[in-house]
């Protein structure tokens, strides 16, 4: 099977900071990426996805840039707000299997005023 | 709906009690998929459903899991002879089909405590 394999946290920033989250993806073949958010007491929401090489995903200014060369799909903000703190995973769907997202352990993300 | 529905929000059980867990899918989502998360972890695939076929439960951890989806809308997971191992929190998610193009839509989660 895949598996997802992201930075640990936990994360602080300051306010305006530029924010990497690193997540590498095992797999056969070529699956789709996905990035998602969770605030605190809240389910899974998705932030963004790539669905082949070379893809970049974007929303609310967070990019993220499918690289098949080094199996990686980082999360990038350039300039984070408190709003922004919350818990981010990284996710590809199973080799063999279309239908099963697998996560990575998740990355805590504090962003101080 | 507008969104995937879960309920109960959050349900304590005592251990060797059976629950059942309820999720109300986006409409005319054809995927549906229940994932369990631990503290501090990523959610864990247990089981997902096409309509009311149930394609793929290799996730379910035990025989005491089970889940169901007779009308291919709503679903529920039973877990019978609730273990103390078993307090997360169960997520459910919908989709188009299919799910790789669209990813997942989840809902809040039901929030299990096994005392």
């Known amino acids: 099977g895949n598996s997802v394999t992201q930075m640990e946290g936990p994360v602080t920033l300051s306010e305006e900071a530029f924010l990497t989250i690193n997540c590498t993806y095992t797999?056969?073949?070529?699956?789709?990426l996905f990035w998602y958010v969770q605030y605190p007491g809240e389910g899974l929401q998705l932030l963004l996805k790539?669905?082949?090489?070379?893809d970049k995903g974007s929303n609310k200014g967070f990019e993220a840039t499918y690289r098949k060369e080094t199996t990686s799909f980082h999360l990038e903000k350039g300039s984070v707000q408190v709003s922004d703190s919350a818990v981010y995973f990284c996710?590809?769907?199973?080799?063999?299997?279309?239908?099963?997202?697998?996560f990575g352990s998740g990355t805590q993300l504090t962003v101080l005023p | 709906g507008a969104g995937v529905s879960q309920s109960p929000r959050y349900k304590v059980a005592k251990r060797g009690q059976d629950v059942a867990l309820r999720c109300d899918p986006i409409?005319?989502?054809?995927?549906l998929f229940w994932y369990q998360q631990a503290l501090g972890q990523g959610p864990e695939f247990l089981t997902y459903?096409?309509?009311?076929?149930?394609?793929?439960k290799s996730g379910l951890p035990s025989d005491r899991f089970f889940a169901e989806r007779p009308e291919g809308s709503v679903s529920t997971l039973k877990i019978q002879r609730t273990q103390q191992e078993d307090s997360a929190v169960y997520l459910c998610?919908?989709?188009?089909?299919?799910?790789?193009?669209?990813?997942?839509?989840f809902g809040s989660g039901t929030r299990l405590t096994v005392v």
């Open positions: 998610a919908s989709s188009p089909d299919p799910p790789s193009a669209y990813g997942y839509t």
């Open positions: 797999a056969t073949g070529y699956p789709s």
């Open positions: 790539a669905t082949k090489a070379d």
């Open positions: 996710a590809s769907f199973s080799s063999g299997s279309a239908r099963q997202l697998t």
């Open positions: 409409s005319g989502h054809v995927s």
């Open positions: 459903f096409q309509n009311e076929a149930q394609l793929d």
